[in-house]
């Protein structure tokens, strides 16, 4: 059969061939769809911890919260560098993790274990804060929470006012001496005809010391010195005791630059310094 098959083709004409050709297409006309291939899919960086808010106004709750949150990696809170000691007492502000999270988990292995204590002791000394999706939890110390609403922080910003009950318990300094007021001058008395009258006496003048010392304000404040409190009076700093709301230890005295504590200077008073 397949002589007889050779033969009829060797007898055929180019026409011919060419419609049987037809219908064994050669690899050339072959069309092959080309494969797609997918790209793999690109892994989220890690959000970097942001920056304690400023500008004008008391920041607000959201301003502590992540603005964006990176998924692909670890995405617990966590609190590192995010203290703000500018509130009394000082707040935190929430940061992502951004470990390498665990085969089919949205954490790394690190949180996850902390995770599970937290789920067997749910207290802040198993160190686990949740996740950036999820409310913080009412204990966490930041604004918004239970705890917030507990202890009603108040921002101070760089320097305020000490309050009234901190002003109270500071070390007291001595009054200065108000100045005399000056005698009226004396009426002139009349003199006889033949005499010229008499002039009116000058008065004394008010000693210039008692006027400078009139004009002095004694100033009592709270700053923050190296991320710390203290009460600042007449250049003498005193530790700040935050639950009595009054002045603690002598620490020092200001320096000159006004941010930073001599440690080695002696306590002095208004007087003293006048000195």
């Known amino acids: 059969m397949i002589v007889s098959l050779i033969a009829a083709l060797a007898r055929a004409t180019p026409e011919q061939l060419a419609a049987i050709q037809a219908f064994f297409p050669n690899e050339e006309s072959v069309m092959v769809a080309p494969a797609i291939v997918s790209a793999p899919p690109k892994k989220s960086k890690p959000a970097k911890p942001a920056v304690l808010p400023v ?13 964006e949150v990176a998924h692909g990696v670890c995405i617990s ?3 590192n ?19 390498a ?7 790394c ?4 274990a902390k995770e599970e204590k937290y789920a067997g002791d749910p207290s802040p000394k198993c160190d686990w804060l949740g996740r950036l999706t999820e409310e913080p939890f009412g204990w966490s110390r930041m604004l ?18 000490v309050s009234a ?18 005698p009226p001058p004396p009426a002139a008395k009349a003199a006889p005809k033949a005499k010229a009258p008499l002039k009116a006496a000058s008065p004394p003048p008010p000693p210039a010391a008692a006027a400078e010392d009139e004009a002095e304000e004694v100033s009592a404040c709270l700053k923050l010195i190296d991320g710390n409190i203290y009460i600042v009076k007449d250049g003498n700093v005193y530790e700040y005791d935050e639950m009595a709301e009054k002045a603690g230890d002598f620490a ?18 208004a007087s003293e310094e006048d000195d």
Do not use: H
């Open 101 to 107: 999270v665990m085969k089919g988990s949205d954490i």
């Open 81 to 99: 560098g995010g203290e703000d000691r500018r509130w009394k007492p000082f707040v935190y502000r929430e940061s992502q993790c951004g470990n």
């Open 144 to 161: 918004g929470t239970t705890w917030a609403l507990n202890k009603q922080p108040v921002f101070l910003g760089e320097a305020v006012p």
């Open 77 to 79: 809170r966590r609190f």
């Open 109 to 112: 292995a690190k949180c996850a």
């Open 55 to 67: 500008g004008e106004g008391i920041p607000t709750a959201a301003d502590y919260r992540v603005d």
């Open 252 to 269: 020092g005295r200001l320096n000159p630059d006004g941010e930073s504590i001599d440690t080695e200077a002696e306590e002095k008073s």
């Open 165 to 182: 009950r901190a002003a109270a318990a500071a070390p007291k300094a001595k009054a200065a001496p108000k100045a005399a007021s000056p």
